[in-house]
């Protein structure tokens, strides 16, 4: 069964960039047929896509982060990376990790526990 | 953007009731359409994907229904683990987005 857990610090000084890590297991990263992604959700409130990343290094962000934002792979150690750069108080929120197929109706299936991040110094 | 605007955005139901809740797209999205449930503290769970297709683990009593820009979610016979948030999520264009959630409490 696919598992997927995120790791990184919980706390992050305002301006500083936030590094998660996804680690999968049961599955292989190196799959053509998904991407991997990131969705974030500030304390009770909703759900905000970050970015997907494919295998192959093929990216997409969304266009509201896209300046801040790099999502990177790593297949040798089957883990997949957030970066965040000039962290606000805004940015704090639950970081989750995910997985979409990469064509036609594209659900997040299975999810990670998540990650609380807290922006302040 | 496609903006996903859920009904209602909260709503008392019973054991039992059947439950309905609405996500309308700002513009047409086809079939890409999936929805959600989020039990408090945990991750979301996907219950259907592409409008109206039952993910698997999924009891029955949940469906989808719509396409192009109106969508339903039914649960038909609440069980005490349905209280929780549910989300709408488009997936025809780039940023996938999602809807402002609708959390189903106990009455």
């Known amino acids: 069964q696919l598992q997927l857990q995120e790791s990184g610090p919980g706390l992050v000084k305002p301006s500083e960039t936030l590094s998660l890590t996804c680690t999968v297991s049961g599955g292989s990263i190196s799959s053509q047929s998904y991407y991997w992604v990131w969705i974030r959700q500030p304390p009770g409130k909703g759900l905000e896509w970050i970015g997907s990343i494919h295998y192959s290094g093929s990216t997409f962000y969304n266009p509201s982060l896209k300046s801040r934002v790099t999502i990177s792979v790593d297949t040798s150690k089957n883990q997949f990376s957030l970066k965040l750069s000039s962290m606000t108080a805004a940015d704090t929120a639950l970081y989750y990790c995910a997985r979409h197929p990469s064509g036609g109706s594209r659900w997040f299936d299975p999810w990670g526990q998540g990650t609380l991040v807290t922006v302040s110094s | 953007d496609i903006q996903m605007t859920q009904s209602p955005s909260s709503l008392s139901a019973s054991v039992g009731d059947r439950v309905t809740i609405t996500c309308r797209a700002s513009?047409?999205?086809?079939?890409?359409l999936n929805w959600y449930q989020q039990q408090p503290g945990k991750a979301p769970k996907l219950l259907i994907y592409a409008a109206s297709s039952l993910q698997s683990g999924v009891p029955s009593r949940f469906s989808g229904r719509g396409s192009g820009t109106d969508f339903t979610l039914t649960i038909s016979g609440l069980q005490p683990e349905d209280f929780a948030t549910y989300y709408c999520?488009?997936?025809?264009?780039?940023?996938?987005?999602f809807g402002g959630g609708t959390k189903v409490e106990i009455k």
């Open positions: 999520q488009q997936s025809y264009s780039n940023p996938l987005t």
């Open positions: 513009q047409s999205i086809s079939s890409y």
